[in-house]
C-alpha cells in the first residue's frame, strides 16, 4: 500500500521544539516535492512548508518561516519538519503530502496528492 507515516508529535511549552517525521512506505520520495499542512480545531487547513525533489529548495509560509525548517532524506525515505520556537498558535494536526509543485501550500490545487495520518502537535503553558 501507498502511505506515508507522520510521528514526532506532542505536548511542548510556548518556545519549545519538536521534529516531526514523515516515513513513506509503498512507494520512494526521490522524485516528490514533499510539503508539511496543518489544520486546527474550528480551522481551514493550511501549507506550512515545502520542499522540492529536484534541488531541495524550501518554501515557507509567512507564519512559520524564521522558526521551521524543513529537509528530506531520500536515503531513509522520509520528510522532516523541525519547529522551533513554538508557539500556541502552532497547535495544529500536522501532515505530509507529496505535492504536484511547491505552490500548494500557497493553494495551488494538488491533484492525487498522498497523505498521511497526522500527527498532533500541542503548546500550551
Known amino acids: 500500500q501507498v502511505q506515508l507515516a507522520e510521528s514526532g508529535g506532542g505536548l511542548v511549552q510556548p518556545g519549545g521544539s519538536l521534529r516531526l517525521s514523515c516515513v513513506a512506505s509503498?512507494?520512494?520520495?526521490?522524485?516528490?516535492?514533499m510539503a508539511w499542512f496543518r489544520q486546527a480545531p474550528g480551522k481551514e487547513r493550511e501549507g506550512v512548508s515545502c520542499?522540492?525533489?529536484?534541488?531541495?529548495?524550501?518554501y515557507y509560509k509567512d507564519a512559520v518561516k524564521g522558526r521551521f525548517t524543513i529537509s528530506r532524506n531520500n536515503a531513509e525515505n522520509t520528510a522532516y519538519l523541525e519547529m522551533n520556537n513554538l508557539k500556541p498558535e502552532d497547535t495544529a494536526v500536522y501532515s505530509c503530502?507529496?505535492?504536484?509543485?511547491?505552490?500548494?501550500?500557497?493553494?495551488?490545487?494538488?491533484?492525487?496528492?498522498?497523505w498521511g495520518q497526522g500527527t498532533q502537535v500541542t503548546v500550551s503553558s
Open positions: 509503498g512507494f520512494t520520495l526521490d522524485y516528490h516535492n
Open positions: 520542499i522540492t525533489y529536484n534541488d531541495h529548495s524550501a
Open positions: 503530502v507529496t505535492a504536484h509543485t511547491c505552490a500548494v501550500i500557497f493553494g495551488a490545487p494538488n491533484p492525487n496528492g498522498f
